[in-house]
């Protein structure tokens, strides 16, 4: 398993990591998101009513955020060295400041979506202009 | 495995299940791009330009799953004016995941609230059928009082049967 990076570092990675699949025109990237709890293992023993008895009664200890990113390729890529695997940790302190640079990188590298669609209201409203001149 | 339709639904379900399972519960972010329509070799630089700018194939594909009880919930789009939406969602059950303050506190009564608004504002900016949303959040907030535990996960996958 790869080290975690910085913040900063992770942003440079995805944004590379978009960058290439932009260029190869497909590919997948994954995004992943879930609580850093390396160290509560004890906690997962525990049965389900148990479980469910320190939810209710003990609120939620604090604990960082993992995120990953990866571009899923195979395992023969993974030989050839292809497969890049990037994680980061963010204090719950950071995740604000994390998330606004995150949506930013994301709304840039996603670029192979659908573009919000103007041409059916431009329709309209030629068809409403032209209903106007007539009368 | 079935998709919600509305990403306001996703992320109230999500947000249920995080609750329910805190520890446990990931949410994956899944971005494909595939090739745009093959472009004739005759085609000019100018014509690949247009078939790019019109075969966009890529769509986003986000999971919330949860490994001990096997819920899924998942949500799929290919509109850019999404991602922005999406990822601020993201951030805010990542904030419950860490389990801070401020969301640990409200989450009960004002993350429903919350919820409600992000429908209607969602259905509003979109211009299209807020009405079906509304009944839907309204119905699953009131489930919201029973569903605080782990039992949350059945009940969430009964439902799931339904849709």
């Known amino acids: ?135 | 495995m079935p998709y919600y339709s509305k990403s306001e639904d996703w992320l109230h379900h999500s947000s249920l299940l995080l609750a329910a399972r805190p520890t446990t519960t990931r949410i994956s972010t899944n971005y494909h791009l595939s090739p745009a329509r093959r472009t004739p070799k005759s085609a000019t630089p100018e014509q690949v330009v247009e078939d790019e700018k019109r075969g966009k194939r890529g769509h986003l594909v986000i999971t919330t799953f949860d490994p001990k009880s096997g819920v899924s919930l998942k949500y799929k789009t290919s509109k850019a004016q999404e991602v922005g939406r999406l990822v601020q969602m993201l951030g805010t059950l990542a904030g419950r995941a860490a389990g801070r303050e401020e969301e640990r506190g409200v989450k009960k009564e004002e993350g429903d609230v919350e919820m409600g608004e992000a429908a209607a504002d969602g259905g509003a900016g979109e211009g299209q059928g807020s009405g079906i949303v509304m009944p839907v959040v309204a119905a699953a907030e009131k489930q919201v009082p029973q569903v605080g535990g782990a039992g949350g996960g059945g009940g969430k996958k009964k439902k799931k049967g339904k849709r």
């Open chain 1, 1 to 135: 398993m790869s080290k975690h990076l910085s913040q900063d570092e992770f942003f440079t990675a995805l944004t590379a990591l978009f960058t290439t699949q932009k260029q190869s025109q497909k590919g997948t990237i994954l995004l992943t998101q879930k609580r850093y709890s390396y160290d509560e293992s004890a906690k997962e023993t525990l049965s389900e009513q148990e479980h469910e008895e320190t939810l209710t009664t003990t609120p939620l200890p604090q604990a960082p955020i993992l995120i990953r990113a990866s571009n899923s390729k195979s395992k023969e890529a993974r030989n050839e060295g292809k497969k890049v695997k990037l994680s980061t940790i963010i204090q719950p302190d950071d995740l604000d400041s994390f998330y606004a640079r995150y949506a930013d990188v994301c709304k840039a590298g996603m670029s192979g979506l659908k573009p919000r669609d103007r041409t059916k209201r431009k329709a309209k409203e030629k068809a409403r202009r032209k209903m106007k001149t007539q009368a």
